[in-house]
């Protein structure tokens, strides 16, 4: 059973992982707004269609908290994948995979600073090292950039895509009680009425491309392999194994992006990215396993949704 949970989480993981390299691929084929737009649309309609009895069941709690789930899908769907598939028009799958290793250092200080979350000397290392290994790639390997303010655009975007999702974990800590199906249907709803404004402004730029056959493909990729199928299997490796140990498996993430993007876009993996990618995963370790005890207790969200 354990090794059942071990496959399913690598496999969540590696669909997460693609994420960022559909949307490299994506460009040529369909724009990112259309892309964001395609994604949830597809899969709301997917799970819904398995889910519609659930659904039901769950809309009197739903109803209540409406606007909680709508917001869930505007900042943790809606705005992190927009920027994400933005952000690939201006910089690389690697830089863009191992940034995402910061949301974790961010969903830290933000737990510090609001709530007060305990905090212990090895969480302090292992978010420096991350932190570090994130600025580094941000970088390029050139840390003065960051002092002339001199960075990519594409790694910009990305940060904020990262801030998003950082925003939208805290908030689940007021999730309401629904089945898991519904929490992602209703969110799922929710990004997609609210990608139609950025496909409208897309448009208005002139920029809106439909998509051709390699689109769709990359589309329902997204919405099937990124979204639903790896949410589903990082739930059953939750159930099997628990929550603390599961979370170590997000980890995979960056180092998946980052091999998918040398492997099938054939982008150059250098120095300064192993050295980061090493500060950023080898900090969220040490973090993960000094966290304080009452911490642990508590379940990681999974991301990428």
């Known amino acids: 059973m354990q090794v059942a949970a071990y496959i399913s989480l690598v ?33 709301t309609a997917l799970i819904a269609a398995v889910s519609l009895p659930q659904l039901k069941r769950d809309w009197p709690v739903v109803r209540r908290n409406l606007p909680l789930l709508f917001f869930y899908g505007v900042i943790g769907y809606t705005l992190f994948n927009a920027m994400l598939y933005s ?20 969903i830290f200080l933000l ?56 925003v939208y974990t805290i908030f689940l800590r007021w999730k309401p009680p629904l089945d898991w199906r519904t929490l992602m249907a209703i969110p799922a709803l929710g990004a997609t009425l609210t990608a139609v404004p950025l496909l409208i402004w897309e448009g208005s730029q002139g920029a809106v491309r439909l998509p051709d ?29 628990g929550a603390n140990r599961a979370g170590l498996f ?10 998918l993007s040398v492997a099938l876009l054939g982008e150059q993996l250098q120095a300064f990215h192993l050295f980061a990618l090493a500060l950023a995963l080898g900090g969220i370790a040490i973090a993960e396993k000094g966290r304080p005890q009452r911490a642990a207790s508590t379940a990681p969200a999974s991301p990428m949704d």
Not at 90 to 96: A, C, E, L, P, S
Not at 250 to 257: A, R, Y
């Open 11 to 43: 496999v969540a993981a590696l669909c997460w992982g693609g994420n960022a390299v559909a949307g490299k691929l994506a460009l040529g084929h369909v724009s990112p707004m259309m892309l964001t737009f395609l994604r949830w649309f597809l899969a």
């Open 87 to 106: 952000a690939v028009k201006y910089t690389t799958v690697i830089n863009v995979a191992i940034e995402q290793a910061g949301i974790p250092m961010l």
């Open 111 to 166: 737990n510090f600073v609001f709530f007060r979350t305990g905090v212990s000397t090895a969480q302090v290392v292992g978010f420096a090292m991350t932190l570090g290994g994130v600025a580094l790639t941000a970088a390029h390997g050139d840390l003065t950039t960051l002092l002339r303010l001199d960075l990519n655009r594409g790694d910009g975007l990305m940060l904020i895509a990262v801030a998003a999702y950082s």
């Open 213 to 241: 056959n390699k689109g769709w493909l990359i589309a329902f990729y997204t919405a099937i392999f990124a979204s639903l199928l790896a949410q589903i299997l990082y739930i059953k490796g939750v159930e099997a194994i």
């Open 250 to 259: 997000i980890n995979l993430v960056p180092v998946f992006g980052t091999l």
